[in-house]
């Protein structure tokens, strides 16, 4: 099993619809990031999170939230969704802010 | 300008040659330093971190300038595996602030 797991991996969604993308992780790790990529940009920060209790805001999140309901588990959403959030989706974790960073195999989301 | 600056390529390279990429960075209190590997419509992943005095891993070495703000990688007698787009990534400071670059593509050719 992957150590970064992330659900759908696929989702094609209608504008205007509220959706989810999950994540958890079986790394052990205080911080967990979403950041979207999008073709000829790098990865950009959405949100974070150094425990359950702290949430960050990143570069671009404005429509979106964040959920940590444990440890383990992020979660982004989408409010409402338009077609410029079609992207490819990754979360990641990390012990700290100067080790490796694992990254879940991605979710592809379309709005149309 | 951005943060973090990287030649997208394609470098298109014969297997067995040598390739090197540069990735430039603005911010001068930069930490920490990083390439990864992400291969097509996959997650990054990280092939080596970059100390202040360089590092080498079997092919792939890497160096860090300071003084001209930049990282380099270099990858020696290349494989065909090798192609893959390089992340070039930026600590800024102690805090969680990864900065990406958006990745230079290299494609190896038999």
Redesign the interface.
């Known amino acids: 099993d992957a150590d970064v797991t992330q659900t759908p991996r696929n989702r094609i969604t209608k504008t205007g619809k509220r959706i989810m993308l999950e994540c958890s992780q079986t790394k052990g790790h205080d ?1 967990m ?1 979403w ?1 979207r990529q999008d073709p ?6 959405i949100y ?1 999170s ?1 425990d359950v209790k702290d949430i ?1 805001k990143g570069e671009i999140s404005d429509g979106y939230s964040v959920s940590r309901q444990a440890q383990a588990k992020f979660s982004l959403s989408l409010e409402s969704a338009i077609p410029n959030q079609t992207a ?1 989706y ?1 979360c990641a974790t990390s012990g700290g ?2 080790t ?2 694992f ?4 979710t ?1 989301l379309t709005v149309v | 300008r951005k943060e ?1 600056e990287q030649d ?1 390529g394609p470098f298109n390279v014969p297997e067995g040659a040598t390739v090197a990429f540069n990735c430039t960075y603005s911010n001068s209190a930069s ?2 330093f ?1 390439w990864y590997r992400q291969d097509c ?6 092939l080596m ?1 970059v100390y202040s005095s360089g590092n080498e891993d079997g092919r792939f070495t890497a160096q860090l300038n300071r003084a001209s703000q930049y990282i380099s990688l270099l990858i020696r007698d290349s494989k065909l595996s090798d192609s893959a787009t390089y ?1 070039c990534v930026v ?1 800024e ?11 230079t593509k290299l494609i190896i050719k038999p």
């Open positions: 911080r990031y950041y000829g940009l790098g990865l950009r920060l974070y150094f960050n490819l990754f802010s100067r490796e960073a990254f879940g195999q991605g592809r | 973090v997208p930490q920490s990083f419509r996959k997650e990054p992943k990280l971190s992340l600590n400071n102690s805090n969680y602030q990864l900065i990406w670059g958006a990745g």
